[in-house]
T-cell receptor, first 113, second 114 residues
Framework: LAKTTQPISMDSYEGQEVNITCSHN???????ITWYQQFPSQGPRFIIQ???TKVTNEVASLFIPADRKSSTLSLPRVSLSDTAVYYC??????????????FGTGTSLTVIP | NAGVTQTPKFQVLKTGQSMTLQCAQD?????MYWYRQDPGMGLRLIYY???????DKGEVPNGYNVSRLNKREFSLRLESAAPSQTSVYFC?????????????FGPGTRLLVL
């Protein structure tokens, strides 16, 4: 049973806006949605987090609809350095252990010159 | 402030050998985690320690044991390594065990089991 679902890969040209969507149908009421970025040969690092509606920081924006069953990470005007794998993280109320949370399989973003 | 450190960075084992992966954090975090990352599988939680003195199984605990030595250190042990345990292992920590807490990751340990 997949906890989150993301596209496996995406390509984008430099300077374009990129939107990556994550589906999380079993998100728990009190859970937040967090996105991480991972460069090759490095550990993931935090990008942005939200609970509802829209959140924006200096790196990205996060859009969450009212039902919270999905979220969209938006990267404005991407550059080559944004080439990375992006992970969506949410809690799972259906997990047998109760309060565990899972990373998605990630979306590999390639930015093309 | 080094954040999360892991040793070793790379290790080659023969099937049946044992080893311990070490992890330490200097952020005074209560919770620590061990993940493995395999191609096409994303990050999968092996074990976690919500607070000092507690450990619990994650999604893929079989073949591993952990020890929360103190608040700073969380080790992962492979008692009898198998080729299926060839992977990149990441340790992480967070202030508390909640999905909304930011996790800080170490640089990873690449393990090859022959």
């Amino acid at each position: 049973l997949a906890k989150t679902t993301q596209p496996i890969s995406m390509d984008s040209y430099e300077g374009q806006e990129v939107n990556i969507t994550c589906s999380h149908n079993n998100i728990a009421t009190n859970d937040y949605i967090t996105w991480y970025q991972q460069f090759p040969s490095q550990g993931p690092r935090f990008i942005i987090q939200g609970y509802k509606t829209k959140v924006t920081n200096e790196v990205a924006s996060l859009f969450i609809p009212a039902d919270r069953k999905s979220s969209t990470l938006s990267l404005p005007r991407v550059s080559l350095s944004d080439t990375a794998v992006y992970y969506c993280l949410v809690g799972d109320r259906t997990g047998a252990v109760g309060n565990q949370f899972y990373f998605g399989t990630g979306t590999s973003l390639t930015v093309i010159p | 402030n080094a954040g999360v450190t892991q040793t070793p960075k790379f290790q080659v084992l023969k099937t049946g050998q044992s080893m311990t992966l070490q992890c330490a954090q200097d952020m005074n975090h209560n919770s620590m985690y061990w993940y493995r990352q395999d191609p096409g599988m994303g990050l999968r939680l092996i074990y976690y320690s919500a607070s000092e003195g507690t450990t619990d199984k994650g999604e893929v605990p079989n073949g591993y044991n952990v020890s929360r030595l103190n608040k700073r250190e969380f080790s992962l042990r492979l008692e009898s390594a198998a080729p299926s345990q060839t992977s990149v292992y990441f340790c992480a920590s967070s202030e508390a065990y909640r999905a909304q807490e930011t996790q800080y990751f170490g640089p990873g340990t690449r393990l090859l089991v022959l």
